[in-house]
T-cell receptor, first 115, second 113 residues
Framework: DAGVTQSPTHLIKTRGQHVTLRCSPISGHKSVSWYQQVLGQGPQFIFQYYEKEERGRGNFPDRFSARQFPNYSSELNVNALLLGDSALYLC??????????????FGDGTRLSIL | AQSVTQPDIHITVSEGASLELRCNYSYGATPYLFWYVQSPGQGLQLLLKYFSGDTLVQGIKGFEAEFKRSQSSFNLRKPSVHWSDAAEYFCAVGVGNTDKLIFGTGTRLQVFP
């Protein structure tokens, strides 16, 4: 079975631009979470979506938004990019909601570089 | 507020030596605890998890971890390290009825032959 897939693998943008990152969960998984991992740090939770509804949000500005589609895939959108948005963006999927439904399976991430 | 502390930024061991990576957490209720490993350029792979029950948890790749409530710790151990274990290791605590994980800053493990 395919794992969590993310696209693109790498992306280079300039300040002020907009970016869309995509994630396909493991087949049968209905929950998708997004994390930001700045170089040298642990991942930080951005969003969780379950059954197309937002179930959790981390401490990120409104420039960050996400959505989940009927096939449970998800997009993360970031507007007005800043240099500080340079990071590895990880997507994780799990069967349902709640840590008892772990483990979350992570994709290999999208490396976003802002010039 | 929930938090995870990994005191060791970088650890170097010889192949075949034992390993212990430290993790301390702060969480008001019974914690759900995890250890993940990340190889360069890749995502996170779950090594093991603790939800309840036996405080000594066995994971993949020969790793184990022990939950000590009195010390708020969840240290990762391996009796004999292999060169392929070189990677970044993250401890995390799971939050309530969400999928939210709070990660520590990680420990980079370097293995010498």
């Amino acid at each position: 079975d395919a794992g969590v897939t993310q696209s693109p693998t790498h992306l280079i943008k300039t300040r002020g631009q907009h970016v869309t990152l995509r994630c396909s969960p493991i087949s049968g998984h209905k929950s998708v979470s997004w994390y930001q991992q700045v170089l040298g740090q642990g991942p930080q939770f951005i969003f969780q979506y379950y059954e197309k509804e937002e179930r959790g949000r981390g401490n990120f500005p409104d420039r960050f938004s996400a959505r989940q589609f009927p096939n449970y895939s998800s997009e993360l959108n970031v507007n007005a990019l800043l240099l500080g948005d340079s990071a590895l963006y990880l997507c994780a999927s799990s069967p349902g909601v709640g840590v008892s439904n772990q483990p979350q399976h992570f994709g290999d991430g999208t490396r976003l570089s802002i010039l | 507020a929930q938090s995870v502390t990994q005191p060791d930024i970088h650890i170097t061991v010889s192949e075949g030596a034992s390993l212990e990576l430290r993790c301390n957490y702060s969480y008001g209720a019974t914690p759900y605890l995890f250890w993940y490993v990340q190889s360069p350029g890749q995502g996170l792979q779950l090594l093991l998890k603790y939800f309840s029950g036996d405080t000594l948890v066995q994971g993949i790749k020969g790793f184990e971890a022990e939950f000590k409530r009195s010390q708020s710790s969840f240290n990762l151990r391996k009796p004999s390290v292999h060169w392929s274990d070189a990677a970044e290791y993250f401890c995390a605590v799971g939050v309530g009825n969400t999928d939210k994980l709070i990660f520590g800053t990680g420990t980079r493990l370097q293995v010498f032959p």
